[in-house]
């Protein structure tokens, strides 16, 4: 006949106890530590994605801003040309008309002394 040792039995159904719950707390640091790993990856990715979207809504802007600038100089440099085309032209006349002025002068210098015979 099997003899039932009651304080037996209970050290054995703690021990049992004992080692499912150490079972339990290893299955447990392990699912903390791959929660936390996968958390951890799951949150690079996620910056990964946010950093890209920035770096392209600054490159977006960036090539806004440089877009801007460049009509702004191409405007400038139109408006530079176009007056400096005027006073080139201003120029011209003016020395035009200064030079048949001058032209005449000398004209009627060398015919004035011509009819002297001064020179």
């Known amino acids: ?5 009651p304080d037996r039995d209970a050290f054995d159904a703690i021990e049992r106890i004992k080692k499912a719950e150490e ?3 290893e ?4 699912a903390r530590e791959k929660t936390a790993a996968q958390i951890v990856h799951d949150a690079h990715e ?7 979207r920035y770096l ?3 490159r977006d802007k960036a090539d806004r801003i440089k877009k801007g600038i460049i009509d ?3 405007k400038q440099k139109q408006k530079i040309e176009k007056e400096s085309d005027k006073e080139i032209s201003d120029l011209r006349k003016k020395t035009r008309s200064q ?5 005449e002068k000398t004209t009627k210098k ?3 002394s011509l009819k002297t015979g001064a020179f």
């Open 110 to 112: 060398v015919e004035k």
């Open 72 to 74: 702004k100089a191409n």
């Open 56 to 58: 392209t809504e600054a």
């Open 23 to 25: 079972k339990a707390q």
């Open 99 to 103: 030079m048949s002025e001058a032209v």
């Open 1 to 5: 006949m099997v003899k039932i040792n």
């Open 27 to 30: 299955i447990i640091q392990e």
């Open 46 to 52: 996620e910056a990964e994605k946010i950093i890209a």
